[in-house]
T-cell receptor, first 113, second 111 residues
Framework: EPEVTQTPSHQVTQMGQEVILRCVPISNHLYFYWYRQILGQKVEFLVSFYNNEISEKSEIFDDQFSVERPDGSNFTLKIRSTKLEDSAMYFC???????????FGPGTRLTVT | GQSLEQPSEVTAVEGAIVQINCTYQTSGFYGLSWYQQHDGGAPTFLSYNALDGLEETGRFSSFLSRSDSYGYLLLQELQMKDSASYFCAVRGYSGNTPLVFGKGTRLSVIA
C-alpha cells in the first residue's frame, strides 16, 4: 500500500538554526500539505501546495517558513531561523484531486533547544 | 473562521459502544472527517461525511447533520487497541482544501 514518508523522524536543532524537513508524498497525488502538532494539542494547518505553488497558508506560516518541491518526488519544509516555539511534530500529508482523504506521513519531531 | 468542539476525554469499557460528538462553526462546509491518532503516531483517516446521514465502515460509523452543524463518530465492540485520540476535521469549500481539526477526544478503553 502506498504511503507518505518523512525524514528525519527526529531533528534536534539550536535556536536560530535552519532546518529542512523532508517528505515523499504518494506518487500519484497532486495536493501536498504540511501540518504541525505541538505536544498534547490539536493538529494545525501550515501550508498547502498544488501545481508547484502554494495554494493556501495559515497565519502560522510566516516569512521564516518556505516549501519546495525540488524534484518529482520530494516535498520540503524549511524553517529559516528556528525558535523555541517551533518545537512540534510536523506532519506531511498528500491527497489526490477531488478525494476527501488526506494521507499523513509518520511525522518529524522537531526539538529546538 | 472555523471552530470545532468535541469532548476532551471519554472512557468506555471493552466491548461497549461509545459515541464521540463534534459540533462545528464554519464559514463554508464541504465535509466532516474523522481521524484516529495513537500516541506518537500520525493521524489516520477513519471516515468522511459530506451529506446528512450515517456512514458505516466496519465497527466504526459516522453521522452528519448539516442543518445542526453536528456529527458524531460511533465505535462499536470496543477493543483495547481503540484507545487513542479521535479528531473531527472539516474542509471549507472543496475536497482539496486543508483540514481544520478539532482539539481531539482522548478515548480510554478499560477492561
Amino acid at each position: 500500500e502506498p504511503e507518505v514518508t518523512q525524514t528525519p523522524s527526529h531533528q534536534v536543532t539550536q535556536m536560530g538554526q535552519e532546518v529542512i524537513l523532508r517528505c515523499v508524498p504518494i506518487s500519484n497525488h497532486l495536493y501536498f500539505y504540511w501540518y504541525r502538532q505541538i505536544l498534547g494539542q490539536k493538529v494545525e494547518f501550515l501550508v498547502s501546495f498544488y501545481n508547484n505553488e502554494i495554494s493556501e497558508k495559515s497565519e502560522i506560516f510566516d516569512d521564516q517558513f518556505s516549501v519546495e518541491r525540488p524534484d518529482g518526488s520530494n516535498f520540503t519544509l524549511k524553517i529559516r531561523s528556528t525558535k523555541l516555539e517551533d518545537s512540534a511534530m510536523y506532519f506531511c500529508a498528500s491527497g489526490s484531486g477531488g478525494a476527501y482523504e488526506q494521507y499523513f506521513g509518520p511525522g518529524t519531531r522537531l526539538t529546538v533547544t | 473562521g472555523q471552530s470545532l468542539e468535541q469532548p476532551s476525554e471519554v472512557t468506555a469499557v471493552e466491548g461497549a459502544i461509545v459515541q464521540i460528538n463534534c459540533t462545528y462553526q464554519t464559514s463554508g462546509f464541504y465535509g466532516l472527517s474523522w481521524y484516529q491518532q495513537h500516541d506518537g503516531g500520525a493521524p489516520t483517516f477513519l471516515s468522511y461525511n459530506a451529506l446528512d446521514g450515517l456512514e458505516e465502515t466496519g465497527r466504526f460509523s459516522s453521522f452528519l447533520s448539516r442543518s445542526d452543524s453536528y456529527g458524531y463518530l460511533l465505535l462499536q465492540e470496543l477493543q483495547m487497541k481503540d484507545s487513542a485520540s479521535y479528531f473531527c476535521a472539516v474542509r471549507g469549500y472543496s475536497g482539496n482544501t486543508p483540514l481544520v481539526f478539532g482539539k481531539g477526544t482522548r478515548l480510554s478503553v478499560i477492561a
